[in-house]
């Protein structure tokens, strides 16, 4: 979700969130993005509903599983219930056809955000640079009457050490996950949503809300779709600051 940045996309993700009703949400990390936050304060109010939205499922009976992701590990120290919501590591969620289901944010598994700390935090520049290119680029599409467009997503899938990290990254969670004895894993992480199989292990990555705008849905027979909401514009002119008090 990376809330407290100008790449996240609060307009799709509150529509998703009034879509679904369901019996369990899980947050699988990089809720609130601190490590953005750390650079400059950004909080528009619609960052605020999105939280706001969430603690209300809470109230009204949704259990919300929390697992944070490296933007927002602070959240660690925090671990355990909280009424409906929990925080925790990772998950094993029973789905509805028996299969168990290993759910984690993915970065304990990338070895420059665990080893070269500096590095992972470079990288997120560059990869925000890019992203605060996405509104001038789609504000010139749209005056040609075409769709939206994402540069840092092009060039994850164009660039070829982005596609290698991507496919070793993907194969090391699997192993990981064989280790619990399960039958699949969900990820998040690599903002690149996939449903495949590898293996005896079937791989889903949720993808984002900066550029895929997805999630996973589980049915009541225990199939699990990707739902995809189209990204709303961002204004290359919105650039003010505002912050506001979260009521629980």
């Known amino acids: 979700m990376h809330l407290g940045t100008r790449g996240a996309n609060a307009g799709a993700l509150l529509d998703f969130l009034r879509d679904y009703e369901v019996e369990t949400l899980y947050i699988v990390g990089d809720l609130i993005d601190i ?34 992701g490296n933007h927002d590990e602070l959240v660690t120290d925090f ?15 029973e789905l509805a ?7 984690i944010h993915g970065h304990e598994l990338d070895t420059v955000v665990q080893n070269v700390k500096w590095l992972a935090f470079l990288g997120d520049v560059g990869y925000q640079f ?12 749209r005056r040609f009457g075409l769709g939206y467009w994402s540069l840092s ?24 996950a064989r280790d619990y004895s399960v039958d699949a894993v969900l990820c998040g992480h690599i903002h690149s949503a996939a449903i495949r199989q590898i293996g005896p292990v079937t791989y889903y990555n949720c993808g984002d809300w900066v550029e895929t705008c997805s999630a996973l849905v589980e049915s009541a027979t225990g199939q699990i779709e990707m739902v995809k909401y189209e990204p709303f514009p961002v204004s290359v002119e919105n650039s003010d600051i505002v912050s506001s008090t979260v009521s629980s």
Do not use: C, M
């Not at 109010?45 to 809470?58: P, S, T, Y």
């Open 130 to 141: 890019l992203l605060s290119l996405n509104p001038a680029i789609n504000f010139v599409r």
């Open 153 to 176: 997503a092009y060039a994850k899938k164009r660039v070829k050490d982005a596609v290698s990290f991507v496919g070793r990254f993907e194969e090391e969670v699997v192993r990981y």
């Open 79 to 93: 671990e355990g219930s909280y009424g409906n919501i929990t925080i925790q590591k990772h998950a094993i969620h």
């Open 97 to 103: 056809d028996g299969r168990r289901l290993f759910v």
């Open 35 to 68: 490590w953005a936050l750390r650079r400059g304060i950004y909080w528009p109010q619609e960052h605020n509903d999105v939280i706001q939205k969430i603690l209300r499922k809470g109230r009204k009976g949704t259990r919300i599983i929390y697992i944070p």
